[in-house]
């Protein structure tokens, strides 16, 4: 099996599978005051700093939640809560994530005014068209970090500077799923107010997020209320197993980060110049994030490569995995023409992918134009 989908999801590592098994092993819940129950609460403790540490942020910052989606979602709601006396209008983009752009879709049927920022045809946004977009009544800025289908790395510490000369009372989120241990993250560095982020794009498991909540946001909404776990943010007994499979994780990841980046950057580097080669083979967009190559084979329809090589054993994906079956919002976005866009696939690569991968991927693709017609 060949595995190029680590946009959609990464593989566990079987270190990361045992720390979740021996952590849930030890049931005890992190409220109690026996000392088993201590034992776990210093655990999950520990598991937050260690995830802060890779963001350099103070751990009181991370909040654990279920996904990436939750985090999403808490950051707008309690977003516009905190804005609610300064206006009612939110600036994103027309590419963010489902989980950002149907919060704030629901957020319009309140009377919010959205601003979807579109891209060019490389994939990128600018912090001008932040700048142009910007009003007095404005409360949230959201745009994601890097883009799950392009791969291209959006300006947020330009946004930020941009926000902070116009003394903008709008607080800026981004949603650094597809960011976090890929590119340079820390939410400090770059002028976030607020953070998303999901482990299992980082090799850990699905079902666990956080969300970095500024310091100076003391009175941020809480997003469940009982028994005041997460600094009374995020109620609801600690996901203890999912938590120390995020930390293993995150720092497996971050020992080897610089080699990492370098190694999926190369694989990039090298599946790009074999697939462009490929006559019928085009560069959609030009993104940077190291592990995401958007390409188009040009009146292919995706669904019959994804399935054709699919059943060869070959994971990779049409587009977002999570609009299956038509075509992406971020594909129309980008103003594709009708074959073209028709065409596009993700590759996304891991530390583990290799360059023999990529040339049996290759391959495939070339096989798959050779033997059919193209029929868009
Ligand atoms: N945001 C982006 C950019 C994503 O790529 C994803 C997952 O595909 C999410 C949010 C949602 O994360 P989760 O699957 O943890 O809910």
């Not at 952590?23 to 992190?30: H, I, K, R, V």
């Not at 937050?48 to 709601?77: K, V, Y």
């Not at 891991?350 to 868009?376: K, N, W, Y």
Request: with cysteine; net charge neutral.
């Amino acid at each position: 099996m060949i595995y190029l989908d680590h946009a959609a999801t990464t593989p566990v590592p079987e270190a990361v599978a045992n720390e979740m098994y021996r952590a849930l092993l030890s049931y005890a819940n992190p409220s109690a005051q026996y000392p088993m129950g201590q034992e776990a609460k210093k655990e999950v403790e520990a598991h937050r700093a260690t995830i802060a540490r890779a963001l350099d942020c103070d751990a009181p910052c991370l909040h654990f939640t279920s996904c990436g989606t939750e985090s999403d979602n808490w950051a707008i709601m309690g977003a516009v809560h905190h804005g609610r006396h300064v206006g009612k209008h939110i600036i994103t983009t027309a590419v963010e994530h489902s989980a950002i752009l149907e919060t704030c879709k629901a957020l319009q049927q309140q009377g919010y005014e959205v601003t979807y920022l579109k891209p060019d045809k490389t994939g990128h946004i600018t912090a001008a068209q932040v700048a142009d977009a910007l009003r007095e009544d404005t409360v949230l800025v959201s745009i994601m970090l890097v883009n799950n289908e392009t791969g291209c790395i959006f300006p947020l510490a330009d946004i930020a500077r941009l926000l902070q000369e116009r003394k903008s009372r709008a607080l800026l989120h981004t949603d650094a799923v597809q960011g976090f241990l890929k590119v340079p993250c820390a939410p400090a560095k770059l002028g976030v107010d607020l953070m998303s982020l999901s482990a299992h794009k980082v090799g850990g498991p699905k079902g666990i997020g956080a969300l970095y909540i500024a310091p100076h946001l003391k009175n941020f909404r809480p997003l469940l209320f009982g028994g005041g776990q997460e600094m009374s943010r995020r109620s609801g007994t600690e996901a203890t197993a999912q938590i120390a499979g995020f930390a293993k994780a995150v720092s497996l990841r971050k020992e080897q980060l610089e080699e990492s980046w370098q190694h999926m950057a190369a694989i990039k580097a090298y599946c790009s110049e074999k697939l462009l080669n490929i006559d019928g083979i085009v560069a959609v967009g030009e993104g940077q994030a190291p592990h995401i190559l958007a390409v188009s084979l040009v009146g292919y329809p995706s669904a019959n490569v994804v399935t054709d090589l699919g059943a060869q054993g070959i994971c990779l994906s049409a587009g977002s995995a999570c609009h299956r079956g038509k075509l992406s919002h971020v594909v129309q976005a980008l103003g594709l023409d009708k074959r073209t866009a028709g065409g596009v696939l993700r590759l996304s690569f891991g530390p583990e992918t290799t360059t023999a991968d990529i040339d049996t991927v290759c391959a495939a693709l070339e096989q798959h134009m050779r033997s059919r017609f193209p029929m868009l």
